[in-house]
């Protein structure tokens, strides 16, 4: 894209061509992409955005690439809900759900995906790859399909059954014995092997941009103005880092009024929650752990930006907490019967560790807050099966007396 300039390294800021390079040869630090703001700033406006395509692609001038219908499978532009009945069970405000389940392959990894490979496109790449706890694998093989590419996704063996059936469909799907860290690790040596696009790994900066979309549907779904305060899944914390600069991309473009600082706060498992002992311990590093959660999407035990994740959210005065599976299980179905949103455990993270937030006075009342929702509940039903429901005769009186109703 026109605005999009180069790379740049987060850590000692030189910067590169926009080529297929993930990291920086002088320090091996992560490359971002960097864009002429000022230009974006005198280009774009909250019209030309609302007279765009239905979908991410009407905020293109602040992604990498030009908007190709040959990865277009409709990603973003999901519904923002107030959530009223929730906020009262929790003690809460003005409280809004950003339903990121309602992408093409049912979570927001459509977002960074449909980015990442219309930049592959334009390298002229013939086969994406991923590494992925699922939801990944499920975005690159639909996205690759679409683009008439070969795909293969990697994932670690004891991935849920539910959340490859789609994948196996669409792509090839290859099972890894080890986790999601030794998986990632394989993909990053056969990036070494092969021209390839690995999402996560040698397009992992324009990759990540896809993320900021949420930030702009968020500021653009509440009349162009940003929340208060929002709180954000984390697993390899990239997500909540670009949530972030995408916030900050708004006020620096002119789409919202600068001045502004919103409060994140990330979400974790404490079968994985290498973010959330950071922050608490008051450290700056994140020591990896070996995850071991129903969370799996969340299961990134060596998270590659937890630290710019921890930066982020010290600096707006968040917080990165944890809750247990049966607290994710409870929160699942808290979000269901008060809401009508069936999610999967990550979302019932967030749901979770938002209901903790509001306990411990770190989210007020007074905060208008944003908690995305990023996974459909289909993804992993196995957590919630619904086993030993009773069998009542087919009777009136059978159902009377098995259940009460109010009228
Ligand atoms: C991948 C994923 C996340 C978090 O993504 P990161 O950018 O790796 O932190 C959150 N929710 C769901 C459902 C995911 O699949
Ligand atoms: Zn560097």
Not at 259 to 267: H, L
């Amino acid at each position: 894209m026109a605005f999009a300039q180069s790379l740049v390294c987060r850590e000692c800021s030189r910067t590169y061509d926009l080529a297929a390079l993930y990291f920086c040869d002088v320090c091996f630090g992560p490359l971002e992409v960097q864009y002429d703001l000022d230009a974006v700033k005198a280009h774009v406006s909250r019209e030309k955005i609302a007279s765009g395509p239905p979908s991410l692609w009407r905020y293109s001038d602040l992604l990498p690439v030009e908007r190709t219908t040959a990865t277009d499978l409709g990603a973003g532009l999901t519904p923002l809900v107030r959530a009223d009945r929730l906020a009262a069970v929790l003690g809460l405000g003005e409280l809004w759900i950003k339903n990121d389940s309602l992408n093409p392959t049912n979570s927001f990894k459509d977002r960074p995906v449909t980015v990442a490979l219309a930049k592959a496109l334009e390298f002229g790449l013939k086969t994406a790859a991923c590494a992925s706890t699922g939801n990944l694998a499920n975005a690159v093989a639909a996205h690759a399909a679409r683009a008439g590419m070969e795909s293969f996704v990697f994932v670690p063996h004891d991935i849920e059954p539910a959340k490859i059936v789609a994948t196996a469909a669409l792509g090839t799907v290859v099972k890894v014995d080890g986790n999601y860290d030794d998986v990632n690790r394989l993909c990053a040596q056969l990036n070494d092997e092969y021209s390839w696009g690995i999402v996560n790994v040698n397009l992992r900066p324009y990759y990540a941009e896809g993320s900021k979309t949420l930030a702009f549907e968020t500021a653009e779904q509440l009349g162009w103005e940003l929340p208060d305060h929002v709180v954000v899944p984390v697993a390899s914390g990239a997500l909540l880092t670009k949530i972030a600069k995408g916030f900050r991309e708004l006020a620096e473009v002119g789409l919202v009024s600068a001045g502004k600082t919103v409060t994140i706060s990330g979400a974790q498992a404490e079968g994985c929650s290498p973010v959330a002992v950071a922050f608490e311990e008051g450290e700056e590093d994140v020591r990896p752990q070996k995850p071991s959660t129903i969370a799996k999407s969340l299961a990134i035990g060596d998270p590659a930006d937890g630290y710019y994740a921890l930066r982020e959210v010290r600096s707006s005065g968040g917080a990165v907490s944890a809750v247990a599976d049966s607290e994710i299980v409870d929160a699942i179905r808290l979000l269901a019967r008060t809401e009508g949103i069936f999610t999967e455990p990550a979302g019932g993270v967030t749901i979770a560790t938002l209901a903790k937030l509001a306990r411990e006075g770190l989210i007020s009342p007074s905060e208008r807050v944003v908690a995305y929702v990023t996974g459909h509940g289909l993804k992993a039903p196995e957590v919630m099966a619904p086993d030993g429901l009773d069998v009542i005769p087919a009777t009136v009186t059978g159902f009377q007396d098995r259940y009460e109703t109010k009228e």
